[in-house]
């Protein structure tokens, strides 16, 4: 099946420094990624939708300038999480979907952000 | 926009016996409901899927059901094994085969542990 690779998949950083997420399509394109948020036994949010060569859409309550999507190619999206505290630690997890194709969702492996 | 309500929150079976886990949608717009199963750490794998042309739908051990009008889907295991212990989220969207169909909302989510 289709691939979907994030990296890193874990990360610890300090407070106030910022943290970037990959998020990449190893062997097909994705026109869309979503980027979802899952805190500790909680179900998963969807933060942001992901859109190659335009700006992502973000959804009610995500704060655009704290997470900054960017989707410069039809095989990864980068979430960056800016002056990082600690109530942004969580399990962050993207989904993408082929361009072309059946409509597959595949998602990545996700990756636990803590911060100190 | 969707609100998808998930019960029971934890469900305790003996292996062999059968486990539904049943869900609640809001948006009549809706029309793709998939489970995922995720265990500890990783990434949420889907188990089955089911759009709101057909009411039911099976493989093998595991099938799930559809009432539109009610606005709610279930996911039935059969003959559960200590393997199916994982957390269970069932999911909907709007547009199924468009792009949309990618930005999911998610239900809480159920804890489901198969005693041997």
């Known amino acids: 099946g289709a691939v979907v690779s994030q990296h890193p998949s874990w990360v610890i950083c300090k407070s106030g420094t910022s943290v970037k997420i990959e998020c990449r399509s190893l062997?097909?394109?994705?026109?869309?990624m979503f980027w979802y948020r899952q805190f500790p036994k909680q179900s998963l949010m969807l933060m942001a939708t992901?859109?190659?060569?335009?700006?992502?859409?973000?959804e009610q309550g995500v704060e655009k300038d704290k997470f900054l999507i960017n989707h410069a190619s039809l095989t990864l999206s980068t979430l960056t999480v800016t002056s990082a505290h600690p109530e942004d630690s969580s399990f962050y997890i993207c989904?993408?979907?082929?361009?072309?194709?059946?409509?597959?969702?595949?998602f990545g492996e996700g990756s636990r952000l803590t911060v100190l | 926009g969707e609100n998808v309500e998930q019960h029971p929150s934890t469900l305790s079976v003996q292996e062999g016996d059968s486990a539904v886990i049943k869900c609640t949608y809001s948006?009549?717009?809706?029309?793709?409901f998939p489970w995922y199963k995720q265990e500890l750490g990783k990434r949420p794998q889907l188990i089955i899927d089911?759009?709101?042309?057909?009411g039911e739908k099976k493989d093998q051990r595991i099938a799930v059901t559809l009432n539109k009008t009610a606005k709610h889907f279930s996911l039935h295991i059969t003959e559960t094994q200590p393997e199916d212990s994982a957390v269970y989220f069932c999911?909907?969207?709007?547009?199924?085969?468009?792009?949309?169909?990618?930005?999911?909302?998610f239900g809480q989510g159920t804890i489901l542990t198969v005693h041997p």
């Open positions: 062997d097909f394109q994705a026109t869309t």
């Open positions: 999911a909907a969207s709007r547009n199924a085969g468009g792009t949309s169909y990618g930005k999911l909302t």
């Open positions: 089911i759009r709101s042309n057909v």
């Open positions: 992901s859109n190659e060569g335009s700006k992502a859409t973000y």
């Open positions: 989904s993408a979907m082929r361009t072309s194709g059946p409509r597959e969702l595949f």
């Open positions: 948006d009549s717009a809706s029309n793709y």
